[in-house]
């Protein structure tokens, strides 16, 4: 929309039709493979981290940063901006030295200091833009150009795709009839997240030490804090490496801060995906959750920042944070919390779980073995989600997952053995099916015959920790038929179903109601699945369908067909023998 002013009338504006474009959105991976082969860099089997590489500037971005710094892969992982946006300078910088654009040593590293001094200047009038003339003359004192547009250093960043131009006050002005003086067209960054942290850099380099930086930031902050929010998610992302603090820590004293929470709080969030893992401690992770405690962050922005973090191997936020969290929580305390977040994150657009799980559908086999295992135990965790969709969508992927690994689904059915959550061990020994069925019958080697015993004896576990129902029964003899048509000779283990309980013993929903303190049971329409819970679940699915309304009649009725039954069987076999029914 830079031009949007410039091109429409306000007459010719209520006619338009205005379309966002979605960028590369749902089509990350095939984007990521085309922008990685066209640099040379193959692509490593992990879900892309931020949702920004729907943007092809950051995409492009990271493929140029990689291949000057000479990778022969992209890295999703995050590396730290300073690493991002350092290499793509180098690159820059060598492409616009060269002899046939500005004939320059690289060694000046014209184009870095090109980029610093316009950040400076954007930093010091207090604005993300800056006029033509004075970025031209500002290039000329670093690149005389002469005169000459071909060897112009601000031209040169802009066919680089470093700046770009965009429509000055004075062409607003101009549409709405006024006076303008301003010089004319701005010059800015071409992506925001450059902007943001170069303009960071700036006030990092100027200020060294966390006292004076928190001061510089106030004088800022007056100026405007809704133009300088990105500038604070930067700095988020750098102060811990460069004061061991974290910014919401560092302006902690300052007037500002307590206006600023959701800035602050949204900063540290977005920081997490952007900063070197080293970088984040338990002093972050409490900050963060304070931030959701007091309201200025959602508890759903900050699943979807663990959600994103969860593939990657060896981040201190990954799987293994989540699954202890979610371990040490009680069914219900886990429902209120993973299980309702997960399913109202599911149905928004762009969610980190989609896109993890789109990444996955098709590259399961090809991940990493810690890959592998760090999304195996994302997808066991989301088998607990009351939405039908997520939940079979994660099954798939878990089964694709664990297609040729069945030692790692082997330790997953182990890890979730002591789990309290009857629904996910049933769902587990659903995928520990789909994977045997899947396998082929030819006698396998001898380490997957053990990795197959192996998951044997812990899906007989697993299924021995649950109440007694026709799923597991069922699920868990088919593992034994599908393990014994490939092993055997295999002395496999015995699961005994144990005593079920009929006639069941429901309470009504007024037993509910009186345990919950409360007469009307209104505590019984709230819940993960939706508000209809105890009107269609316990009351019309569970009281009235599945629970038979007069149990002791249901007995007596039971009793006297069974009495039939005899006497018909009886009398029939008399007729057939010659014998009397006395006799029979």
């Given at each position: ?17 205005r ?7 749902g ?25 920004e ?8 971005t990271?493929?140029?940063?990689a ?16 690493w ?24 000046e590293?014209?184009?870095q ?8 200047l954007?930093?010091?009038a ?10 031209r ?5 670093i ?32 549409m ?14 071409t ?20 006292g ?81 405690t007091?309201g ?22 990954n ?17 209120r ?33 810690e890959?592998?295992?760090?999304a195996?135990l ?15 969508s994660?099954?798939k992927?878990?089964?694709?997952i ?22 996910v061990?049933e ?25 197959i015993?192996d ?22 003899a088919q ?16 699961y ?39 009107k269609y ?48």
């Amino acid at each position: 929309d830079t031009y949007e002013r410039s091109i429409i009338t306000s007459a010719a504006a209520g006619m338009c039709v205005r379309i966002t474009h979605p960028g590369l959105a749902g089509h990350e991976h095939e984007a990521v493979a085309m922008y990685a082969t066209h640099y040379g860099l193959s692509v490593p089997a992990l879900p892309p981290l931020v949702p920004e590489f729907t943007n092809p500037l950051l995409l492009r971005t990271m493929c140029r940063a990689a291949s000057q710094q000479g990778l022969t892969s992209l890295p999703l992982v995050a590396m730290g901006d300073d690493w991002v946006f350092g290499g793509l300078m180098r690159a820059v910088n060598a492409a616009v030295s060269a002899a046939n654009v500005l004939d320059r040593d690289e060694d000046e590293q014209v184009a870095q200091r090109g980029a610093k001094a316009l950040a400076e200047l954007m930093v010091d009038a207090g604005r993300e833009t800056v006029s033509v003339s004075d970025a031209r003359n500002l290039c000329r004192s670093i690149v005389d150009d002469g005169g000459s547009a071909s060897r112009s250093l601000l031209g040169a960043l802009e066919r680089e795709g470093i700046l770009i131009r965009q429509p000055g006050p004075r062409i607003k002005a101009a549409m709405t009839g006024g006076n303008s003086n301003n010089s004319g067209d701005h010059i800015r960054f071409t992506y925001q997240r450059m902007s943001d942290h170069l303009r960071a850099r700036v006030l990092l380099d100027r200020h060294r030490s966390a006292g004076t930086l928190a001061t510089a930031l106030t004088a800022h902050i007056a100026d405007g804090r809704w133009a300088f929010t990105g500038v604070l998610e930067a700095l988020a992302a750098l102060t811990p490496a460069q004061f061991g603090v974290e910014l919401p820590d560092l302006v902690a004293d300052q007037p500002w801060s307590r206006h600023a929470q959701y800035d602050l709080g949204m900063g540290l969030l977005a920081s997490l995906q952007r900063r070197p893992p080293a970088t984040i401690t338990a002093r972050t992770v409490t900050l963060v959750e304070n931030f959701v405690t007091n309201g200025a962050l959602d508890d759903t922005e900050w699943f979807e920042a663990l959600i994103t973090l969860a593939c990657v191997p060896g981040h201190p936020l990954n799987i293994d944070f989540l699954d202890q969290w979610l371990r040490d929580q009680t069914l219900i305390e886990r429902d209120r919390t993973w299980t309702a977040t997960a399913s109202s994150l599911w149905v928004t657009d762009g969610n980190a779980l989609a896109r993890t799980i789109d990444w996955l559908w098709g590259t399961g086999r090809d991940l990493s073995p810690e890959a592998a295992r760090t999304a195996a135990l994302l997808m066991a965790w989301l088998l607990t989600s009351t939405s039908r969709r997520l939940r079979d969508s994660a099954t798939k992927v878990l089964v694709e997952i664990a297609d040729t690994r069945t030692a790692l689904l082997a330790q997953l059915v182990h890890d979730f053995v002591d789990v309290n959550d009857p629904y996910v061990r049933e769902r587990l020994l659903a995928v520990v099916l789909g994977h045997l069925a899947r396998m082929s019958l030819a006698r396998p080697g001898r380490s997957v015959e053990a990795a197959i015993l192996d998951l044997c004896d812990a899906s007989v576990r697993l299924a021995s920790r649950n109440r007694p129902n026709i799923a597991v029964t069922h699920f868990v003899a088919q593992v034994l038929h599908q393990v014994a048509l490939r092993l055997p000779d295999a002395d496999l283990p015995s699961y005994d179903q144990g005593p079920t309980e009929w006639p069941l013993k429901v309470p009504t929903v007024a037993d509910l109601a009186n345990r919950l303190g409360e007469k009307r049971g209104k505590h019984l329409l709230g819940s993960p699945v939706g508000h209809d819970f105890g009107k269609y679940i316990l009351e019309r699915g569970t009281c009235r369908d599945f629970v038979p309304p007069d149990q002791k009649k249901l007995r007596r009725l039971r009793k006297r067909n069974a009495s039939a039954r005899y006497k018909r069987t009886v009398a029939k076999l008399a007729d057939a023998t010659g014998q009397s029914t006395e006799q029979i």
